[in-house]
């Protein structure tokens, strides 16, 4: 009896403590989603590769839909030798303005924690819209990386980060993070992770924020825990 109580006092304390946790941290309002790699390799290579690769397989756009409306809201695509993202339709990315006459845009790499909202959490940052690059058209709002004979630009040089978007459900704006990483030093691509936004309309959502576990639910786990116990400690009585 005494070493069931051993055990079950730190499992009391571990309940209530994720439960206050969740009281406290808990808001109920973000939705998340983790990407996955078609074709993982075999040998693990020395960074996380399981991501959504880019270039994707067929070097084909990779197009996400945070509220599964049908209508997709941001692209990442591979053109030549620049990995870069798009906003899709009336969707904003949160970027470096360009500096004329380029209009290349280059994206920042945010921090976990930071916030994301309407007002950029660095006067340097501004909402850029998505544009048409001629000859081909193709959308384009903001580069992560390329290489060319000249040398490599962008941002992302062996790093990970978060990357701040803005979109719309019906007519009300709303706030998501897309995690990136670009390992590859010298070169261009990466992988895209996963991604996260508030349902809550004009809400900020901070970089890496994920939905907190309900009371709810913390409670059930809590209490199946105590039964199982509870059963083992009579069992061992007989």
């Known amino acids: 009896m ?11 304390a571990s309940v209530v403590f994720w439960l206050g946790l969740a009281e406290g941290l808990g808001q109920g309002t ?16 020395p960074w996380d590769d399981s991501g959504y690769p880019m270039p ?13 409306d049908g209508r997709a809201d941001v692209g990442f695509n591979v053109f030549d030798t620049t990995f870069y993202a798009y906003g899709i339709g009336s969707t904003l990315i949160l970027s470096y303005p360009p ?28 909402w850029r819209q998505v544009i048409s690059l001629a000859p081909d058209g193709r959308p384009y709002t903001a580069t992560f ?53 508030e349902t809550q ?4 959502i901070l970089a890496g924020a994920v939905p907190e576990p309900s009371t709810l639910g913390l409670l059930i786990g809590g209490g199946v825990l105590l039964v199982w116990f509870r059963r083992k400690r009579d069992e061992r009585r007989g």
């Open 201 to 204: 309309p004009g809400v900020p």
């Open 56 to 68: 994707g397989p067929g070097r084909q756009p990779l197009e996400l839909d945070f509220n599964g």
């Open 2 to 12: 005494r070493s069931s109580r051993i055990i079950l006092l730190p499992l009391l």
């Open 145 to 197: 990386n390329g290489a060319w004979n000249t040398g490599y630009s962008g941002l992302w040089q062996g790093v990970e980060g978060y990357v701040g978007i803005e979109f719309e459900i019906g007519q009300n704006r709303h706030y998501a993070w897309v995690r990136v990483g670009a390992p590859f030093v010298g070169l261009y691509g990466g992988y895209v992770y996963e991604w996260a936004y």
């Open 99 to 126: 500096i004329s006459p380029d209009i290349n845009s280059f994206l920042p790499v945010l921090p976990a924690g930071i916030q994301i909202g309407a007002a950029p959490p660095d006067q340097q940052l501004m």
């Open 30 to 45: 973000i939705v998340y989603g983790r990407l996955s790699n078609p074709n993982p390799s075999p040998i693990p290579p």
